[in-house]
């Protein structure tokens, strides 16, 4: 007589009920995985958009700084800064730019507008910082503020609760000199 102990008697339950997945175990897995596969490609997605909204800020930042650092170096020509757009400027540079005598202050404002223009419409160097780049010099005289405001187009993105951000396109310095 064979006797069956009690650890063998488990294992032949455990072989008569275990003998793997079956098909619609499979196909739930698969569905599973593909869900979660969606949600990291959604992300992925997602997440390029913006860090690309990001490096667009950025540059849009560089712009505003830049000319702020333009006005305050020629500060004894700072009014013909104020009222400036980017919007059908020139964009052919003065002649004193390439000059060995260099600009006067009043020729530096020109030279630098347009070489500001340039920046921010990419003209010359075959690549815009910005796709369509505007840029714009106010003067609040009663109060002595000069705000830049760069622009630029940039692809919609949706909020956490599926709204459009909007005004995210937009970068805004104001200073005093």
């Not at 830049?66 to 020509?77: E, P, S, T």
């Not at 500001?116 to 369509?132: C, D, E, H, K, N």
């Not at 630029?152 to 000199?177: H, I, K």
Request: proline residues 1%.
């Amino acid at each position: 007589m064979m006797k069956i102990g009690l650890n063998s008697f488990h294992g032949l339950q455990a072989c008569k009920y275990g003998k793997g997945f079956t098909l619609i175990e499979i196909l739930v897995t698969m569905f599973i995985l593909a869900i979660g596969l969606l949600g990291l490609a959604g992300l992925t997605t997602e997440g390029m958009k913006n860090n690309q909204g990001a490096y667009l800020r950025t540059q849009a930042s560089i712009l505003a700084y830049d000319m702020v650092d333009r006005i305050r170096a020629n500060k004894d020509q700072a009014a013909g800064y104020q009222g400036f757009s980017t919007v059908g400027a020139a964009t052919k540079l003065p002649s004193c730019v390439s000059s060995t005598s260099g600009c006067t202050a009043a020729d530096r404002v020109t030279a630098d507008l347009v070489e500001w223009t340039r920046q921010v419409q990419g003209v010359g160097s075959g690549v815009a910082m910005l796709p369509g780049g505007q840029g714009r010099i106010m003067f609040d005289g009663t109060g002595l503020i000069y705000t830049i405001t760069i622009q630029w187009q940039e692809t919609g993105r949706e909020g956490d609760a599926g709204e459009v951000v909007a005004g995210d396109n937009s970068y805004t310095v104001r200073f005093t000199l």
